[in-house]
């Protein structure tokens, strides 16, 4: 009841951004208490944008309160009802403690020595190696993509070229499209998934798939576009996957390769400074000290 009637005042209070600064300013600091635990003004105030509206404002606070009392009743719980061999967390504290220091020298270490330079040399080495580790789940195609009005004067000369190689019909077909398509896309210069095709079509991703193949081609229409695509390169899945395509890839795993030697350098070097230093003591059978 007690915690119920501290939300009901703050709520009631709270009615604007500007209400709430004057609120902050002339009421207690208090905002709601559980047992010893206590919600002050300053946790809260630096959650409201000045954007809000009054009563998103109020939901706000609201919410965080709820959080707030449901976090320590659930201590206040813990605490009751654990055991105390439950509620004992030493023991990992403590290891948590080291795991994190571990954590923040190994990066400290990695960051002052890793070479982030990669040699385009080391990705095509890497790649031809590798080559059964980049096999594609599914097709890459390289397609141009034409949506043009099902009314414009040009589909027919458009719909009779687009398909063609010879330089010739391509010029003429960029030209068509510059001036009446509604979009044109030459993808050309970057490999695509039948998924990202699908979204610039009235089509499922199944039924893209169906029709991209080595040469093929879509001609679909839905109430007033058309729309054309030509494929004009293709890779089947289960091929491996064309090396401009995953050079970033590469890149992180070579990265990432680097960054697990320095870690076993380090490793090496600690234990290496150990025994040198003496720092380790091996004690044998029975050996007390």
């Known amino acids: 009841m007690k915690k119920c009637l501290l939300i009901l005042l703050a709520v009631a209070t709270l009615g604007s951004c500007r209400q709430l600064k004057r609120w902050f300013g002339n009421e207690p600091e208090r905002m709601a208490q559980i047992g010893k635990e206590i919600l002050y003004r300053k946790d809260v105030e630096g959650l409201l944008p000045g954007s809000l ?3 998103d404002s109020v939901n706000m606070v609201t919410h965080y309160i709820d959080l707030w009392a449901i976090d320590n009743l659930l201590l206040k719980k813990a605490e009751s ?5 439950e509620k004992d967390v030493e023991q990992e504290l403590a290891d948590y403690r080291k795991s994190l220091l571990v954590f923040r020298y190994q990066k400290k270490y990695v960051e002052e020595r890793i070479d982030t330079l990669i040699r385009d040399t080391e990705i095509s080495t890497y790649y ?6 980049f096999l594609l789940d599914a097709p890459l195609f390289k397609v ?5 009005r099902l009314h414009s004067p040009y589909l ?3 719909r009779n070229i687009y398909r063609s190689k010879t330089i010739e019909d391509l010029t003429q ?3 068509l499209c510059e001036s009446s398509a509604e979009i044109y896309t030459d993808y050309a210069g970057r490999w695509i998934t039948a998924p990202e095709l699908a979204q610039d079509l009235p089509l499922g991703t199944e039924a893209v798939l169906e029709a991209v193949k080595p040469d093929g081609y879509i001609d679909t229409r839905d109430s007033l576009y058309a729309y054309l695509v030509s494929v ?4 089947p899945a289960r091929y491996p996957a064309p090396l401009e ?3 970033g890839n590469i890149r992180q795993i070579i990265l990432s390769k680097r960054k697990q030697q320095l870690l076993k350098d380090l490793e090496n070097e600690v234990l290496k400074e150990g025994w040198n230093k003496q720092i380790i003591k091996i004690y044998k059978k029975d050996e007390d000290s």
């Open 81 to 85: 009802e654990l055991s105390k061999d």
């Open 128 to 133: 031809s190696e590798n080559r059964d580790l």
């Open 53 to 55: 509206t009054p009563s």
């Open 245 to 247: 395509h995953i050079e």
């Open 156 to 158: 027919p000369m458009v």
């Open 173 to 175: 077909l960029g030209r």
């Open 144 to 148: 141009r993509s034409i949506k043009m």
């Open 232 to 235: 004009t390169d293709f890779i």
